[in-house]
């Protein structure tokens, strides 16, 4: 299934994308006398939700997806974590060497916009050199802790695509100061869509692609990341536990730098998309 949440005719609620249409699953409650929520990251961590992809099966969808607003998934996620320098191209870029260990950091809610929304640079006076980072992440199903790798597909709801800002000046002034660059207003987004892992028949044959102006400026598989997706689950899980709804995001092959009056998005194949316009 492909999830979203979506604004239409004053509301919003969760929805199935059905090629260019949205079937609310409000719908799917009243043809098929279920009670799903229409809260996206209640449905995420309902232990039942999987069984809607059959039961919307032979359901139309009604509203038109250019009628619509897609919104972010959900305003609140428990935790956002991110991976540095996953891919060699975007250690490379930054003249800086991969870590044995993933390289990770936290986001704060107050860092996020919605897709298709604004990144708003921050004064010159506090960075000058911010790029742009289109990447897969993951999105947890289930409270869980100490994943074996083996087991992390069973903790997972599915992927969506996410937009990841860097204050670079900032952090090439001292690594100490990688949570500050991160952590500007509008510096990451998530989704729009949500998919659900069984969409995807194989993770690591998924593209990772950052497009900056409309042309495309990086692009690399996830099977080139230095440490994968479930190994980054995994590990990070003998850390803390994770919840329904938590993002893991995975890295980013290169990132563009951004400057006022540009457009930039993340294309994560298979997944989705994520747009914005820079302020």
Same mark, same amino acid.
């Given at each position: 299934?492909k999830l ?8 919003k ?31 995420i961590g ?12 032979d ?16 305003e ?26 993933p390289g990770s950091?936290m986001?704060?809610s107050?860092?996020?916009?919605e ?9 010159e ?14 999105v947890?199903s289930?409270?869980?802790?100490n ?6 597909p069973?903790?997972?709801f ?10 670079? @000046? *900032? %952090?090439?002034k001292n690594?100490r100061?990688?949570? +500050?660059? !991160?952590?500007? $207003? /509008?510096?990451?987004s ?11 028949a194989?993770?690591e ?27 980054l ?12 709804? @938590? *993002? %893991?995001?995975?890295?980013c092959?290169k990132?563009? +730098?951004? !400057?006022?009056? $540009? /457009? ?6 298979c ?9």
């Open positions: 299934m979203c949440t979506a604004e239409f005719d004053g509301s609620f969760a929805a199935i994308l059905k090629g260019d249409k949205l079937l609310p699953v409000s719908d799917v409650n009243v043809k098929r006398g279920t009670r799903y929520s229409s809260d996206l990251l209640e449905l309902d232990p039942d939700s999987a069984a809607l992809a059959d039961l919307s099966k359901l139309t969808a009604t509203i038109p997806l250019l009628e619509t607003r897609l919104c972010i998934p959900y609140r996620p428990g935790k956002v974590w991110c991976i540095g320098l996953n891919y060699k191209t975007h250690a490379d870029d930054l003249n800086a060497q991969q870590p044995d260990e950091f986001k704060p107050s860092s996020f916009f897709p298709g929304g604004e990144i708003v640079l921050p004064p006076h506090l960075t000058k050199d911010v790029d742009a980072e289109g990447e897969l992440a993951l947890f289930k409270r869980c802790k994943v074996p790798i083996e087991e992390v069973s903790v997972l599915g992927y969506t695509t996410t937009l990841d800002m860097t204050a670079l @000046d *900032i %952090l090439a690594t100061y990688l949570q +500050r660059s !991160k952590s500007f $207003d /509008t510096f990451f998530f989704g729009p869509i949500i998919v659900t892992k069984d969409e995807v194989n993770l044959d998924v593209e990772v692609i950052t497009i900056h102006n409309g042309k495309e400026f990086s692009r690399d598989y996830v099977r080139n990341m230095r440490h994968l997706p479930y190994k689950a995994s590990f990070h899980s003998e850390v803390m536990t994770f919840e329904p709804g @938590d *993002i %893991l995001s995975t890295g092959p990132g563009a +730098r951004i !400057k006022f009056g $540009d /457009t930039v998005e993340a294309h994560v194949t997944i989705g998309r994520l747009n914005a316009t820079v302020r």
